[in-house]
Nanobody, 121 residues
Framework: QVQLVESGGGLVQAGESLRLTCVAS????????WAWYRQAPGKEREMVAR????????TYADSVKDRFTISRDNAPNRAYLQMNSLKPEDTAVYYC??????????????WGQGTQVTVSS
């Protein structure tokens, strides 16, 4: 059973930084990609950043480019989101997403429980 646990959220002032960590457990993984999503009250969940496991290609939402950095360690199975120059509009619940290759073909998504990030002005 794959489990994801996020940590590192909290309350900060605008301009400060936070680092989110996501730890995966529950077996040996064939990882396709890691991603971070966020969901603010009344809004849909949106992808913030994504990194592929093999090529380490990264993708960022326009709203966080040049401020956020996603990274990962395959051993152990962890992903990080370094968030700098935080803005009040970054306030949301942040979710870790892990995409695993399946033995039968295709991929499957797993999600963490979310960690709250609140940025005060």
């Amino acid at each position: 059973q794959v489990q994801l646990v996020e940590s590192g959220g909290g309350l900060v002032q605008a301009g400060e930084s936070l680092r989110l960590t996501c730890v995966a457990s529950g077996g040996a993984f064939s990882i396709n990609a890691w991603a971070w999503y966020r969901q603010a009250p009344g809004k849909e969940r949106e992808m913030v950043a994504r990194i592929t496991s093999r090529g380490m290609q990264t993708t960022y939402a326009d709203s966080v480019k040049d401020r956020f950095t996603i990274s990962r360690d395959n051993a152990p199975n962890r992903a990080y989101l370094q968030m700098n120059s935080l803005k009040p509009e970054d306030t949301a619940v942040y979710y870790c997403n892990l995409v695993l290759w399946q033995a039968t073909g295709g991929t499957k998504d797993y999600w963490g429980q979310g960690t709250q990030v609140t940025v005060s002005s």
